[in-house]
């Protein structure tokens, strides 16, 4: 079965740090992967996603993902942080099959 | 952007009653909804797949008899939530797929939070 893991539970920095986010997925076939945002109170919002091409991914608000293969990794990254940052962090993975399977999140706080 | 919503926000009922949760797609026709629900601090699971006109598919392990789904049109789905306990309390969320768009992206509602006393 298809899993999506996500390492990193709680990441607290401070602004202007710069941010690597890790997820790795379990699935040999075709993945579309995403990353979704969660600000507190809100809603899922989709920061970016990968279907094919280009491995390195730019979404908004100054993220990007990088999908490798190999490592059936993609790993979030920001290069400067800012307060309004903080949010749960989702990472997702679509199978052939089209079911979304998340992962268990990551929770970051960004201090001022 | 295809914007989905969720009705109510949020609910509190009493231990063995039932609760409806709409989920409707706004601006786009959704022949597929889903439905997930997310424990505190923790990920989404999925619950079922809503396919307009037909039987809801549903994971190992959520029953099919407790948690009703209808997806009657191409912009709304509801999952009803029978006989409800205590141990059902937890934050419901829907997506929706625009197919006429292509792509997979799911969008999401912004989640029904159920209590149940």
């Known amino acids: 079965a298809q899993s999506v893991s996500q390492h990193n539970h709680h990441v607290i920095l401070s602004e202007a740090a710069s941010l690597e986010l890790g997820c790795n997925y379990s699935?040999?076939?075709?993945?579309?992967l995403f990353w979704y945002v969660q600000y507190p109170g809100q809603h899922l919002q989709l920061l970016l996603k990968?279907?094919?091409?280009?491995?390195l991914v730019k979404g908004i608000k100054g993220f990007e993902a990088e999908f490798i293969k190999s490592k059936f990794s993609f790993n979030l990254r920001k290069p400067s942080v800012q307060w309004s940052d903080t949010a749960e962090y989702f990472c997702a993975a679509l199978s052939g099959n089209e079911k979304l399977t998340f992962g268990t999140g990551t929770r970051l706080t960004i201090i001022p | 952007g295809a914007v989905v919503s969720q009705h109510p926000s949020r609910v509190i009922c009493k231990s063995g009653t039932s609760v409806k949760i709409e989920c409707r797609s706004l601006d786009f026709q959704a022949t597929t909804m889903f439905w997930y629900r997310q424990f505190p601090k923790q990920s989404l699971m999925l619950m079922a797949t809503s396919n307009e006109g037909s039987k809801a598919t549903y994971e190992q392990g959520v029953e099919k008899d407790k948690f009703l789904i209808n997806h009657a049109s191409l912009t709304l789905s509801t999952l009803t939530v029978t006989s409800a306990h205590p141990e059902d309390s937890s934050f419901y969320i829907c997506?929706?797929?625009?197919?006429?768009?292509?792509?997979?992206?799911?969008?999401f509602g912004p989640g029904t939070r159920l209590t149940v006393l």
């Open positions: 997506s929706a797929r625009d197919y006429l768009a292509g792509g997979n992206e799911q969008f």
């Open positions: 699935y040999g076939g075709t993945v579309n």
């Open positions: 990968y279907f094919s091409g280009d491995p």
